[in-house]
């Protein structure tokens, strides 16, 4: 198991991951009305919802910036871990809605995951897969530490 703990594997996952969520937030961010119709579909935000109070709007303005930011911290290496755990809260979160839409049997048709227009995923069971793989990716980055070059491995490479 000493392969989990290598950096090139730890940096592709969190690179990975970091590119899903800023990918995620670009058509959000464009079009920030056709997402809250998607949020609102979900019946977790607005008068009615399981939320409360909690305006579509505010969360289809606020989200995919959030989203934004962490792709890009989980890119760069700042606050790696941290914005790997703030991916997994939004992950669960997502599989929370996902799951809350299904039990309910609400047709939710376009998930919102990538795209507001067009056509788009279903919220449904594929759905939840993907966003457990993407929840293991994360808990992997918070959890792992990668192991560093060892200084014999280091040694042998001649300096040029």
Known sequence: MRWLRHPALYWLV???LGAVFVYASFDKIAHPQDFARIVYRYRLAGPTAGLGVVPANVLAVVLPWI???TGVLLIT???RREAAALAGGMLV???AA???VLWQGID???CGCFTVGGEGR???WTLIASDLGLLLAAAYVVL???QAPSPVTSAAVPAS
């Open 14 to 16: 969190s690179i990975g």
């Open 67 to 69: 989203e934004g930011v």
């Open 77 to 79: 290496g700042l606050w």
């Open 93 to 95: 979160t997502f599989l």
């Open 98 to 100: 996902v799951s809350y």
């Open 108 to 110: 939710v048709a376009h």
């Open 122 to 124: 279903g919220a449904g």
């Open 144 to 146: 792992v530490r990668p």
